[in-house]
Nanobody, 126 residues
Framework: QVQLVESGGGLVQAGGSLRLSCAAS????????MGWFRQAPGKEREFVAA????????YYADSVKGRFTVSRDNAKNTVYLQMNSLKPDDTAIYYCAARWRYRYGSSREGNDYNYWGQGTQVTVST
């Protein structure tokens, strides 16, 4: 049974930082690209960042580029999202997701992911 468990969310002031973690189990972690998505109240889910399974190639949404950094530790089956210079617009539930390396599609498309976590709330105050 595959499980993705996010942690590290919370309340932070604008300009502050948070680091999210996503621990994976029940899968061969190194065979999966890992993505972060978020959903704010009343809005659709949107892509935030992703990292490939092997060569650590990363992808970012324009809205977070230069502020967020995605990384992974295959020995710990964990993916991270370091979020700096947070803005109130970053307030959302953040989800991690796993996409099998041989699955056709895009690391930016949520529908192309195989597994999802339950999410962790990030709230950025002014």
């Amino acid at each position: 049974q595959v499980q993705l468990v996010e942690s590290g969310g919370g309340l932070v002031q604008a300009g502050g930082s948070l680091r999210l973690s996503c621990a994976a189990s029940g899968l061969t972690f190194s065979d999966y690209a890992m993505g972060w998505f978020r959903q704010a109240p009343g809005k659709e889910r949107e892509f935030v960042a992703a990292i490939k399974w092997s060569d650590d190639t990363t992808y970012y949404a324009d809205s977070v580029k230069g502020r967020f950094t995605v990384s992974r530790d295959n020995a710990k089956n964990t993916v991270y999202l370091q979020m700096n210079s947070l803005k109130p617009d970053d307030t959302a539930i953040y989800y991690c997701a796993a996409r099998w390396r041989y699955r056709y599609g895009s690391s930016r498309e949520g529908n192309d992911y195989n597994y999802w976590g339950q999410g962790t709330q990030v709230t950025v105050s002014t």
